[in-house]
């Protein structure tokens, strides 16, 4: 029952374009949102998040939507570069229901960016 | 400050041997979590603590999985006996006050069990 879903196992853009990375969730009691980037033999690092009272957060070149009727959230990057390739992971908490900010993972997304 | 510190860095073990993976949070973090990482699952919560007290270990596979955390400074997951399936690359992460963008990982431990 996996309840943080990122369907592409991986993703491949030119540099200079965009990369949009998808995420879906089952639970309606999640109430935000974020992503990690992952290098290799390296931990997860906090990329951007968003709560669920909003339906879009920027940070320079990182954008996440979420759309609450469709259970579901993106990560855009523009423009893409080649030090963006990573694994991203997106991850889910339901902070309102006394949940103590305990986050659930996606599989993750492998991003690559060519020169 | 160090950031979570993850020991061994990789772990090579026979089938049926006993695992010990640890972990030391950030000073100041109340929160202690325990992650695998796996390519068909992602990354999954085993178990996490609020003060050293477990709070959810409801990931957690099986019995043969169990983890301590005798102080504010130190945890441990262990793994007796150890199968091939449990070959994953384990992380631990802290943070102050659950809040989730808080969460820094360690650099976690590559277990290989052959």
């Known amino acids: 029952d996996q309840q943080v879903k990122q369907n592409s196992p991986s993703l491949s853009v030119q540099e200079g374009r965009i990369s949009i990375l998808n995420c879906d969730y089952t639970?309606?009691?999640?109430?935000?949102f974020l992503w990690y980037k992952k290098y290799p033999a390296e931990g997860p690092t906090f990329l951007i998040s968003?709560?669920?009272?909003?339906d879009k957060n920027e940070d320079g070149r990182f954008t996440v939507f979420l759309n609450k009727s469709a259970k579901h959230l993106s990560l855009h990057i523009v423009p893409s570069q080649p030090g963006d390739s990573a694994v991203y992971f997106c991850?889910?908490?339901?902070?309102?229901?006394?949940?103590?900010?305990?986050?659930?993972f996606g599989q993750g997304t492998t991003l690559q960016v060519k020169p | 400050d160090a950031g979570v510190i993850q020991s061994p860095r990789h772990e090579v073990t026979e089938m049926g041997q006993e695992v010990t993976l640890r972990c030391k949070p950030i000073s100041g973090h109340d929160y202690l979590f325990w992650y695998r990482q796996t390519m068909m699952r992602g990354l999954e919560l085993l178990i996490y603590?609020?003060?050293?007290?477990?709070?959810?270990d409801s990931g957690m596979p099986e019995d043969r999985f169990s983890a301590k955390m005798p102080n504010a400074s130190f945890s441990t997951l262990k793994i007796q006996p150890s199968e091939p399936r449990d070959s994953a690359v384990y992380f631990c992460?802290?943070?102050?006050?659950?809040?989730?963008?808080?969460?820094?990982f360690g650099s976690g431990t590559r277990l290989t069990v052959v």
């Open positions: 603590f609020n003060n050293n007290v477990p709070i959810d």
């Open positions: 639970n309606s009691m999640f109430d935000y």
């Open positions: 992460a802290s943070s102050f006050i659950g809040r989730a963008y808080g969460y820094t």
């Open positions: 991850a889910a908490s339901a902070r309102g229901s006394g949940n103590t900010g305990k986050l659930i």
């Open positions: 968003i709560s669920s009272i909003k």
